[in-house]
C-alpha cells in the first residue's frame, strides 16, 4: 500500500501485506504486521510491533517499547506510556537525550480490547482477551480474561446477559 496523503511512513517501517493506514498518520521505526488497520491521527514509535489483525482506533499514541500481539482492539484516544520517571532536561539543565532515560516494555497480549482514552503506563501486561474499561488508567498487569476499570484499573465484576 502506498503511502496515503498527509500521512509519514518512514522508509524503516515494516509493513505487513494489506494493512491499511488512514491519513493523518506517524510511523517511524516500527512494524504493522499482516491485515492491521491504523486510524487518523495515530503515531506509532521505533520499536513498537504490532500483530496480525490488530485495529488501532484515532488518536492513539503507541510509544517505544510496546508490543501489540494479534487481534487486539486500541479505542480512540488510548495512551501508552514508557518512561516511569519523565524529565526533560538531566540534573545538569541539559535536554535528555536516549541515554538518559529508560524505556520501561509493555505487552498487550492476543485479542484484549482497550477502550477509548485508556492510559496504560509502562512496565504492564495485560492479558490475553482482558478488556480495559474506557477511561482507564491501567497500572499494575491485568490478568487473561479479567474486565477492569477505573482510574485506577480494577476489576469489576460482569453479569451474564
Not at 504493522?32 to 491521527?41: N, P
Not at 536516549?98 to 516494555?105: G, R, T
Request: charge should be neutral; charged fraction near 20%.
Amino acid at each position: 500500500m502506498g503511502t496515503p496523503e498527509y500521512s509519514r511512513i518512514a522508509p524503516d517501517v515494516k509493513l505487513g501485506a494489506n494493512v491499511k493506514v488512514y491519513a493523518f498518520v506517524n510511523l517511524y521505526g516500527c512494524e504493522v504486521d499482516d491485515e492491521s488497520r491504523i486510524g487518523t491521527f495515530v503515531e506509532i514509535q521505533k520499536g513498537a510491533k504490532i500483530g496480525k489483525r490488530v485495529k488501532i482506533s484515532s488518536h492513539s499514541f503507541i510509544c517505544e517499547g510496546v508490543t501489540i500481539e494479534d487481534e487486539v482492539f486500541i479505542g480512540h484516544g488510548v495512551m501508552f506510556i514508557n518512561d516511569k520517571y519523565p524529565r526533560a532536561t538531566t540534573e545538569g539543565g541539559s535536554l535528555q537525550s536516549e541515554a538518559d532515560w529508560v524505556c520501561v516494555p509493555t505487552v498487550v497480549k492476543k485479542r484484549a480490547s482497550i477502550g477509548s482514552n485508556a492510559t496504560i503506563l509502562c512496565g504492564v501486561t495485560i492479558g490475553e482477551g482482558a478488556l480495559i474499561g474506557t477511561g482507564s488508567v491501567v497500572t499494575r498487569d491485568v490478568p487473561a480474561g479479567a474486565v477492569v476499570a477505573g482510574n485506577p484499573a480494577r476489576p469489576i465484576s460482569v453479569k451474564e446477559v
